[in-house]
């Protein structure tokens, strides 16, 4: 089956600090790459939409100069979280399909936490 | 977007019993997907059905789909301690993107 790593699976920093999660789609190529944000016993929110080789695009609300996405390849993409700050804090899931309207593939998430 | 509903919020049963689970969307859908959740971990696709069916089995899952209703069940059958976790529903939006139901965190005790 299709299998996404997500890396690190947990991180915990001081506030300023900018930290970077990666998302892999270890063996399949992903055109697009989904990052979401969970917060404790809610559902999933997605963030942004990673397309490889454009720039990603951003929901509402979502701050691209604070949560930087690049899609350099086929398969990764990364999230970055520029000068975090405790209220960033969260669960951070990213996905990819094979192609539109399959079922998506997640990582196991990255558990972040600023002090 | 707008992010589906479901229900119940929570669910606790004894193992062996089955488990139902709603969800309801607001609009028009290709397919309705529905996911697993254990603790701090990812999400697993579980099934997925299409909007011209009614009914689809995967072991002992269950899902219904009734576009009418704009509404989704999964039932899960003789259920295990095993099983327990929170599952969601999700709908595809324009551009592959998925929207979730709030989900149901199920406990299954043995």
């Known amino acids: 089956g299709a299998v996404v790593s997500q890396h690190p699976s947990r991180v915990i920093c001081k506030s300023g600090t900018s930290v970077k999660i990666e998302c892999r789609s270890l063996?399949?190529?992903?055109?697009?790459m989904f990052w979401y944000r969970q917060f404790p016993k809610q559902s999933l929110m997605l963030m942004a939409t990673?397309?490889?080789?454009?720039?990603?695009?951003?929901e509402q609300g979502v701050e691209k100069d604070k949560f930087l996405i690049n899609h350099a390849s086929l398969t990764l993409s990364t999230l970055t979280v520029t000068s975090a700050h405790p209220e960033d804090s969260s669960f951070y899931i990213c996905s990819a399909s094979r192609e539109v309207n399959q079922p998506q593939h997640f990582g196991d998430g990255t558990r972040l936490s600023i002090l | 977007s707008q992010q589906g509903e479901e229900d119940p919020q929570a669910l606790s049963i004894q193992e062996g019993e089955n488990a139902t689970m709603n969800c309801s969307y607001k609009?028009?859908?290709?397919?309705l997907q529905w996911y697993r959740q254990n603790s701090g971990r990812g999400l697993v696709h579980l099934i997925l059905?299409?909007?011209?069916?009614r009914e689809k089995h995967s072991g002992r899952l269950r899902v219904t789909l009734d576009t009418s209703k704009k509404s989704s069940s999964l039932l899960i059958t003789a259920s295990r301690a095993a099983d327990t976790a929170s599952y969601f529903c999700?709908?595809?939006?324009?551009?592959?993107?998925?929207?979730f139901g709030a989900g149901t965190i199920l406990r299954v005790k043995s």
């Open positions: 609009t028009s859908i290709n397919n």
């Open positions: 990673s397309n490889e080789g454009s720039k990603a695009t951003y």
């Open positions: 059905i299409r909007s011209n069916e």
């Open positions: 999700a709908y595809m939006e324009y551009g592959n993107k998925l929207v």
């Open positions: 063996d399949f190529q992903a055109t697009t």
